[in-house]
């Protein structure tokens, strides 16, 4: 990881005089000599170092004789930039004091690529046999052998990893101790570490959150947002499983994979911060601000990419990492200022404190690397940069969490509003069409009822007048025959004006209804001995009555009192009309009443009145009361 715990840096310069920010070694002597045949565990090598640098395809063999060393010097910040790509040298005296042949580890740091000792005679270099720690051990060791009672200078060649990081902390460790300075150090980050795998499976979860909402019909913000958390979650994985580490790809990740993981993570979140708050319609300035960071965060990866690969810009490479970050938080800044003017846009708030939570706690990251140990009295972890910028990841997802329960549920309202007006729609439709072939079918009854008026009607009113002519002109020498004749178009006429009246439909109400039938009982009785009484109320409720249930009605009614008139033996009938709750039509005789051996002599006439008024979607009643009482019941 970058910001080690602990660090000695120094300052390495080929200039004949010391830089003006080193502070010269106090009571340094050049010729003490490290006695590693005494080290314990591990001795640090600052007080014996002195120092030069050469470029990076300088030959040290060749220019050893020309350089001049010159006193170590403690270093209080990172190497400089225009450093990182040069090759370090070092050169420190050790001796071995024992009588046997004893052996250390040279560490210069976590964060150089390439390490090369050499043993100093004179003006000629020797180089020593590289030998790195056996297995699966990563650190940047190299040993050293020395035999019994003999010393050595050594010059020691590295090539720094290019990191902003990059520090120079050189100590000799005790051949088996080596493990278990591994342990110690990783051991002081493993709180840490336990931390950032916990917040890696939260957003694992969210990426598999996001891909399960976008599979199953949501919008491509949740795809975007699974990119985020999985590269941001990736990025911090490695970081995590790759701490303290010197492998090449933790190298390799630490100088270049970081900041391009990081960096694709951030497209992502831009990309979603557009689809999800609709900004092309809704918030056009973030529209274009969004847009003008994603290109130039593109135009910076390609920058940063083509610094590390094909130059030793290293201040290009680092200055564009900076900048891109500073950037970076100016459109936070900005973000946070247009949200807090619209803060009653209640998903763009939720988004707000998300936003300043991570803006907050990536400073606290900042400061934390900036002045290492800030926090020391109180907790190891709260001095590691990373803890905080996860601190702020986290609670900018949990923000983000309660603005995508929020959106729901209004998309959810939406949706159901919109889901009801198209029903209702197409209900309307519906209506609209049934209304239509109602229309045409009023229009087809009207026609037809209009043509059997003109056409039949006209036809059987000659029938029936020829009959009468017929009959006056013969007078007693009449047939039979014409008198049927007569009778049966006076009957078909009679039915016939009955069909035209439910056809029609003006008729189509229950007033109209009432007044037919009142006056076809009135005329139908008229020359009979039977005495007929209609009672109805003085009001009659404006109710629409469609004409084929006052058809069946109506023949209903007809088929009760020809039942009457032929097969009752009464001399009264009453019909009663009343309208509450439902529609009821009481037809009493004071006839002789119907019993169970005459109903086989109008059998078919009760069944065809039941199955009428049961058409009708009403009920028929028949019983013997002093003479018949038939009740026809409809509601309306």
């Known amino acids: 990881m970058r910001n080690p715990g602990f660090t000695v840096l120094l300052f390495l310069s080929l200039s004949l005089g010391m830089m003006p920010h080193l502070a010269k070694g106090q009571g340094h002597n050049s010729d003490n000599y490290i006695d590693i045949s005494r080290i314990e565990l591990v001795k ?94 990563e650190l940047s060791c190299k040993k050293i052998v020395l035999p019994a009672h003999d010393s050595m200078t050594i010059l020691a060649e590295m090539l720094p990893l290019k990191t902003y990081i990059n520090s120079l902390e050189p100590v000799l460790i005790h051949l088996h101790y080596l493990k278990s300075f591994i342990s110690v150090h990783r051991i ?71 900041f391009i993981m990081q960096g694709a993570g951030i497209l992502f979140y831009m990309a979603f911060m557009k689809k999800f708050l609709e900004t092309k319609t809704k918030h056009r300035f973030l529209n274009y601000l969004y847009n003008g960071g994603i290109l130039m965060l593109i135009f910076s990866l390609l920058l940063y990419s083509y610094a590390y690969y094909f130059t030793d810009n290293f201040s290009l490479q680092n200055n564009t990492e900076n900048l891109t970050k500073v950037l970076l938080i100016a459109m936070i800044v900005i973000f946070l200022l247009y949200s807090f003017r619209r803060r009653s846009d209640r998903l763009l708030w939720y988004l707000f404190w998300g936003n300043l939570c991570l803006f907050i706690f990536s400073l606290f990251s900042q400061f934390s690397v900036l002045f290492n140990n800030l926090f020391l009295d109180i907790s190891a972890v709260l001095n590691q940069g990373i803890f905080y910028y996860e601190l702020g990841l986290f609670l900018e997802l949990v923000f983000f969490l309660l ?58 009113t000659v029938i029936r007048l020829m009959s009468e002519i017929a009959k006056n002109k013969l007078q007693d020498q009449t047939p039979s025959e014409i008198d049927k004749i007569s009778e049966s178009a006076n009957e078909v006429l009679n039915k016939m004006n009955a069909i035209i009246w439910s056809m029609n439909s003006s008729n189509d109400t229950l007033d109209n209804l009432v007044f037919y039938i009142r006056a076809y009982a009135l005329e139908y009785f008229e020359n009979t001995p039977v005495q007929c009484e209609i009672n109805i109320p003085s009001y009659i409720p404006q109710q629409e009555l469609a004409g084929d249930k006052r058809r069946n009605i109506f023949l209903s009614v007809k088929e009760a009192l020809n039942n009457i008139l032929k097969h009752a033996n009464a001399s009264k009938i009453i019909i009663d009309f009343i309208f509450a709750p439902v529609l009821q039509i009481k037809i009493k005789d004071n006839g002789t009443g119907i019993d169970s051996a005459r109903l086989r002599q109008f059998g078919n006439g009760l069944k065809n009145m039941a199955k009428r008024m049961e058409s009708a979607g009403g009920s028929f009643k028949i019983e013997k009361n002093n003479g018949t009482l038939v009740v026809l019941e409809l509601p309306y």
């Open 188 to 258: 002081s980050v493993r709180t840490e570490n336990v931390i950032t795998y916990i917040f890696c499976g939260l957003l694992m979860m969210m990426v598999l959150f996001s891909l399960a909402n976008y599979l199953q019909g949501g919008g491509n913000e949740f795809l975007y947002y699974s990119g985020y958390a999985f590269f941001t979650g990736f990025m911090l994985f490695l970081k995590a499983l790759l701490n303290l580490s010197t492998s090449l790809f933790s190298m390799y990740m630490e100088s270049y994979l970081d």
């Open 44 to 137: 640090p090598i600052k007080a014996y170092i002195s120092s030069a640098s050469l470029g990076k395809y300088e030959s040290l063999e060749k220019k050893y004789g020309s350089i001049q060393f010159f006193p170590g010097s403690i270093l209080k910040s990172p190497i400089p930039n225009e450093y990182i790509t040069r090759r370090v040298v070092l050169k420190f005296k050790i001796c071995n004091t024992s009588d046997s042949t004893v052996s250390a580890w040279y560490f210069p740091g976590y964060f150089f690529k390439e390490i090369q000792l050499y043993k100093a005679d004179s003006d000629q270099l020797q180089p020593l046999p590289s030998v790195s720690p056996p297995g699966k051990i």
């Open 403 to 460: 603005g995508l329960s929020y959106k729901n549920r209004q998309q959810l309202i939406v949706e159901t509003q919109e889901k009801e007006k198209l029903i209702a729609e197409n209900k309307l439709m519906e209506y609209e069409k049934e209304l239509a072939v109602l229309k045409a079918q009023q229009q087809e009854r009207e026609r037809i009822s209009a043509d059997m008026h003109d056409e039949l009607g006209s036809g059987m």
